[in-house]
């Protein structure tokens, strides 16, 4: 049961999707051997023979080790003390096995058969062509945001209701409505607030929208409501109808507790931009040596899926993303590829008027800015937040450090005042 090479080379050319894990095995242990086994586990899955596993179906379906290199790349034993030994190997996976599906395509690379599974961490992809655009990706993409927006040439801007769950949808109403008199270009609910019977997703949608209208006749600024959707795919899509039939000019889902699959349901059937949450991916990417990492889970597989726009964790909030891991995720979203649309990153956690040069200067203009408590939280109401974030927009795309603009504007100095720089 050994598992033929293949050059990277010529993998590309065919229909192959390369995948790379990292992972470490006793050093008695022959390492090609034991990820050749591996790679044939995932694909046509039997370490016996057994009818039908003729040379033609192994030619077609088996997956090919392409490479096995040594992390630290040490080419004697020199220095080898009986420990483990690190790896990075990639494996090419024939497409033909999953198509464009999601689902299977994680089942073939991440599944657990017990005869020939391998703790591994998956850490990179590279797709061919043909998959890449039978998958589709974002339908609107940046430049569908920003022509839905009508703003183009800065950070979108983005509120997160708060408190996340319990308030009544005419309270939330009051709320949303403060916000958007601000001129902020889009809210959304957090992920904890779903279709409840307290508070259900027409209903807001309802009631939110009339706002956006009130609040635009002030401001000229047409606020966007996103509502969570998140639920098993059948209700969800009902709803997610229902929401478009009602007024929603845009959706957002939960792609990992929901199912990447589920996501690419709706990017078909909707006819909207679809924000992509993040919640529940952490699992998937926080362990050093099992799942995969972060710039997949929460970067290439939401594209893939189809999310328009995306959540992206910063290491400025609390959280223990590594600042590389948070870059890498941003490019998996953005960088131009020959047959997917960038999706928009959206930085949440921690984000504030302190925060924006920062992630400007790290990001660049193609970003979500997305606020929550600095928003709500602002001493002079909602509304000035909005206007204090705005400000600092503004300051960085003029080039002025936020610190100056505050002088001339009252709503950035409090936000300032309250919450620093980054």
């Given amino acids: 049961m050994a598992a033929r090479a293949i050059l990277a080379e010529v993998a590309r050319e065919g229909d192959y999707l390369l995948a790379s894990y990292a992972l470490e095995l006793p050093a008695d242990v022959d390492p090609w051997t034991r990820i050749a086994r591996f790679a044939v586990g995932q694909t046509t899955g039997t370490w016996v023979e057994v009818p039908g596993l003729t040379p033609e179906l192994r030619e077609r379906h088996e997956g090919r080790v392409v490479q096995v290199l040594p992390m630290p790349p040490a080419d004697t034993t020199t220095h080898a003390d009986g420990g483990p030994v690190g790896y990075l190997a990639t494996i090419a996976f024939p497409t033909i096995n999953f198509g464009a599906s999601l689902p299977q395509l994680l089942n073939a690379l991440i599944g657990n058969d017990a005869s020939t599974s391998l703790e591994a961490k998956l850490v990179d992809l590279q797709l061919p062509g043909e998959l890449e655009q039978a998958f589709g990706g974002p339908r609107f993409g940046v430049a569908g945001l920003r022509e839905l927006t009508a703003v183009a040439d800065r950070p979108l801007l983005l509120n997160m209701l708060k408190p996340c769950t319990g308030l009544p949808p005419e309270v939330a109403a009051e709320i949303f409505e403060a916000t958007a008199r601000g001129g902020i270009d889009l809210i959304k609910d957090d992920e904890l607030m779903g279709n409840t019977d307290y508070s259900t997703v027409l209903r807001r949608v309802e009631l939110f929208t009339a706002a956006a209208e009130r609040a635009y006749a002030a401001t000229g600024v047409r606020t966007i409501y996103l509502p969570n959707i998140t639920d098993r795919p059948d209700r969800m899509l009902a709803t997610a109808k229902r929401a478009v039939d009602a007024g929603a000019r845009a959706l957002m889902v939960a792609y990992t507790t929901a199912g990447l699959g589920a996501v690419e349901m709706l990017a078909d059937e909707v006819g909207v931009p679809i924000l992509g949450h993040f919640a529940g991916a952490a699992p998937l990417y926080e362990g050093p040596r099992t799942g995969m990492s972060a710039p997949l889970a929460t970067g290439l597989l939401p594209r893939l899926a189809g999310a328009d726009l995306a959540l992206l964790v910063s290491p400025y909030g609390g959280y223990p993303i590594s600042r590389l891991q948070y870059l890498r995720t941003a490019q998996q979203l953005s960088l131009p590829r020959p047959h997917l649309k960038p999706t928009f990153p959206v930085v949440g956690g921690g984000v504030h008027p302190g925060t924006v040069q920062r992630f400007?200067?790290?990001?660049?203009?193609?970003?979500?800015?997305?606020?929550?408590?600095?928003?709500?939280?602002?001493?002079?109401?909602?509304?000035?937040?909005?206007?204090?974030?705005?400000?600092?927009?503004?300051?960085?795309?003029?080039?002025?450090?936020?610190?100056?603009?505050?002088?001339?504007?009252?709503?950035?100095?409090?936000?300032?005042?309250?919450?620093?720089?980054?």
Wanted: proline fraction near 3%; charge should be negative; glycine fraction near 14%.
């Fill in 360 to 422: 400007m200067d790290e990001l660049g203009h193609d970003i979500v800015l997305g606020v929550g408590g600095a928003i709500q939280g602002h001493p002079d109401g909602a509304a000035a937040g909005v206007r204090a974030l705005r400000q600092a927009v503004d300051a960085a795309l003029a080039g002025i450090p936020a610190s100056e603009a505050a002088n001339e504007h009252k709503e950035l100095a409090t936000a300032l005042q309250l919450w620093g720089t980054l």
